[in-house]
């Protein structure tokens, strides 16, 4: 949606390549890949005279035909897969084999021996950048890092400046988090907080032991994010030191809320294959060579007071924490809470760079469609928070979990129980997301022409996007399991 202004289900993605199940094969929009039906924003970039570069993670495409150097990007170098070890061992998120890199057109061997994922991707989108620093041409790069996917990795030192900092657990880092965010602005005092899933302890429920090994967690999972934002300033640092700061639009945004899925839990043969392949001993914790995750207690906290976390399409899973940054153009506001979507990101940097995007014709001799976001230049200019949508409502849809949001109202339906507390499973809720951004108030029953209203909206949107629905489960599924066999 990033890299297309349009819904995933239109894109390719309809659901990610590894979780394919069989009955979704060959449908359009399922082709796992960012497919052709899309001009996607390098190659439009690239044909204006843009200099195009990409480091970090592409999970758009696995082969040759559909890698970053297909579609659009002069140099590349990418993860093609949705996770990997942090270091240069290659590490799989699950199974056998090494994780897949490609530079360019072609397939990486061997990483550098002090290869770091957030070191590397940073230096070397820088070099791209030095290489053609006598070049005229403006320059467009994309740097998605891989950092905090799990497995959380990090280089001891980065983990020390963390130990004891969680200690106190995550039931007071959630409060703390969001009294912060009270503070900020963000929310006020009397919102709703979302309560622990299902199968979480409260802290002090955990023995020293698993409130030791929790704390661990937590501190290389905040290393891999101070990692990340060292490595941001040295990029801003560099733009910095070549005069290049002042003429460049930054664009910064998380892709999703954090991950507190109990991913051995749910994964079949995961826990087998962990304890086959590395060592989760406490004081390996941290290495190349060991696997763990965040975890719903500190994912609550990551997302508080949200409800639920990534891989849903609650509150807690879709709203992200992003910003524009362009002091030429942009005026400083302090926070803007509008309705935006990812979708918006391209049609706004088209416009600012004044490049016009072809529309549903004919494109590097293929039809594509024709983009669905609308431009946020309106609402980064001034102080304004109305921008001018074709459509007054945005959809989603993954792994069978759904929502719809039109203004303040939001519907959601989650297909399992699984470990998520205040649902109705197999039955849409209804929210008002401006008075309960936590989605903690079922207002089904007490609205129901609202309801039906937004699942009108819903239908059209199944419609419009090419929406295949099924009820299958994402951890559980055939589908993952064959992929991964």
Same mark, same amino acid.
């Given at each position: 949606? *990033?890299?297309?202004?349009?819904?995933?289900?239109?894109?390719?993605?309809?659901?990610?390549?590894?979780?394919?199940?069989?009955?979704?094969?060959?449908?359009?929009?399922?082709?796992?890949?960012?497919?052709?039906?899309?001009?996607?924003?390098?190659?439009?970039?690239?044909?204006?005279?843009?200099?195009?570069?990409?480091?970090?993670?592409?999970?758009?495409?696995?082969?040759?035909?559909?890698?970053?150097?297909?579609?659009?990007?002069?140099?590349?170098?990418?993860?093609?897969?949705?996770?990997?070890?942090?270091?240069?061992?290659?590490?799989?998120?699950?199974?056998?084999?090494?994780?897949?890199?490609?530079?360019?057109?072609?397939?990486?061997?061997?990483?550098?021996?002090?290869?770091?994922?957030?070191?590397?991707?940073?230096?070397?989108?820088?070099?791209?950048?030095?290489?053609?620093?006598?070049?005229?041409?403006?320059?467009?790069?994309?740097?998605?890092?891989?950092?905090?996917?799990?497995?959380?990795?990090?280089?001891?030192?980065?983990?020390?400046?963390?130990?004891?900092?969680? &200690?106190?657990?995550?039931?007071?880092?959630?409060?703390?988090?969001?009294?912060?965010?009270?503070?900020?602005?963000?929310?006020?005092? /009397?919102?709703?907080?979302?309560?622990?899933?299902?199968?979480? @302890?409260?802290?002090?429920?955990?023995?020293?032991?698993?409130?030791?090994?929790?704390?661990?967690?937590?501190?290389?999972?905040?290393?891999?994010?101070?990692?990340? &934002?060292?490595?941001?300033? @040295? *990029?801003?640092?560099?733009?910095?030191?070549?005069?290049?700061?002042?003429?460049?639009?930054?664009?910064f945004m998380s892709d999703n809320g954090p991950e507190g899925n109990v991913i051995a839990k749910y994964l079949p043969?995961?826990?087998?294959?962990?304890?086959?392949?590395?060592?989760?001993?406490? &004081?390996?914790?941290?290495?190349?060579?060991?696997?763990?995750?965040?975890?719903?207690?500190?994912?609550?906290?990551? /997302?508080?007071?949200?409800?639920?976390?990534?891989?849903?399409?609650?509150?807690?899973?879709?709203? /992200?924490?992003?910003?524009?940054?362009?002091?030429?153009?942009?005026?400083?506001?302090?926070?803007?809470?509008?309705?935006?979507?990812?979708?918006?990101?391209?049609?706004?940097?088209?416009?600012?760079?004044?490049?016009?995007?072809?529309?549903?014709?004919?494109?590097?001799?293929?039809?594509?469609?024709?983009?669905?976001?609308?431009? *946020?230049?309106?609402?980064?200019?001034?102080?304004?928070?109305?921008?001018?949508?074709?459509?007054?409502?945005?959809?989603?849809?993954?792994?069978?979990?759904?929502?719809?949001?039109?203004?303040?109202?939001?519907?959601?339906?989650?297909?399992?129980?699984? &470990?998520?507390?205040?649902?109705?499973?197999?039955?849409?809720?209804?929210?008002?997301?401006?008075?309960?951004?936590?989605?903690?108030?079922? *207002?089904?029953?007490?609205?129901?022409?609202?309801?039906?209203?937004?699942?009108?909206?819903?239908?059209?949107?199944?419609?419009?996007?090419?929406?295949?629905?099924?009820?299958?489960?994402?951890?559980? /599924?055939?589908?993952?399991?064959?992929?991964?066999?």
């Amino acid at each position: 949606m *990033l890299l297309s202004g349009i819904d995933n289900h239109i894109a390719g993605l309809g659901v990610m390549s590894e979780k394919l199940p069989a009955e979704f094969e060959g449908k359009p929009g399922y082709e796992g890949y960012l497919n052709f039906n899309v001009a996607a924003l390098p190659e439009l970039m690239k044909d204006a005279g843009y200099r195009t570069y990409m480091t970090g993670k592409w999970h758009l495409g696995h082969d040759k035909e559909t890698s970053p150097a297909a579609r659009g990007f002069d140099k590349s170098f990418v993860l093609t897969d949705g996770g990997a070890g942090a270091f240069n061992n290659k590490m799989r998120i699950f199974g056998s084999g090494e994780a897949n890199y490609r530079e360019n057109f072609e397939k990486v061997g061997k990483l550098p021996e002090d290869f770091y994922s957030t070191q590397f991707y940073t230096d070397t989108l820088i070099n791209y950048i030095e290489q053609d620093s006598k070049s005229d041409s403006p320059f467009f790069a994309y740097l998605a890092y891989s950092a905090p996917h799990w497995p959380l990795q990090a280089s001891r030192k980065s983990i020390e400046k963390y130990y004891g900092k969680y &200690d106190e657990g995550y039931d007071v880092l959630n409060e703390k988090r969001l009294k912060k965010l009270q503070a900020l602005g963000l929310f006020d005092e /009397s919102v709703n907080v979302f309560p622990r899933s299902i199968s979480t @302890k409260a802290w002090a429920e955990l023995t020293p032991t698993e409130q030791r090994r929790q704390s661990r967690i937590m501190e290389i999972y905040a290393a891999m994010v101070d990692d990340l &934002d060292q490595y941001v300033g @040295k *990029l801003v640092s560099y733009l910095k030191d070549t005069n290049q700061y002042n003429n460049t639009v930054i664009f910064f945004m998380s892709d999703n809320g954090p991950e507190g899925n109990v991913i051995a839990k749910y994964l079949p043969g995961f826990a087998e294959w962990i304890s086959n392949c590395c060592n989760n001993a406490f &004081d390996n914790l941290g290495n190349a060579d060991s696997y763990v995750w965040l975890g719903p207690g500190w994912a609550r906290a990551g /997302s508080a007071p949200l409800r639920m976390f990534k891989s849903h399409t609650s509150q807690g899973a879709l709203r /992200s924490p992003a910003f524009f940054h362009y002091p030429k153009k942009f005026a400083a506001q302090k926070n803007n809470q509008t309705f935006i979507n990812v979708k918006d990101v391209m049609p706004t940097l088209l416009e600012l760079t004044h490049i016009k995007h072809p529309g549903a014709v004919k494109y590097h001799d293929r039809d594509i469609v024709d983009m669905q976001g609308d431009s *946020l230049i309106p609402l980064l200019k001034s102080s304004t928070n109305k921008i001018m949508r074709k459509q007054n409502f945005t959809g989603w849809e993954l792994y069978a979990y759904r929502a719809l949001r039109s203004g303040d109202w939001k519907i959601y339906y989650s297909p399992q129980v699984r &470990d998520e507390p205040l649902v109705n499973a197999k039955k849409w809720q209804l929210f008002n997301v401006l008075n309960d951004p936590a989605e903690v108030i079922d *207002l089904a029953d007490k609205y129901p022409k609202k309801l039906a209203e937004l699942l009108k909206l819903w239908d059209v949107y199944v419609e419009e996007n090419g929406v295949i629905i099924a009820e299958y489960c994402y951890f559980n /599924s055939l589908a993952f399991n064959n992929a991964l066999s």
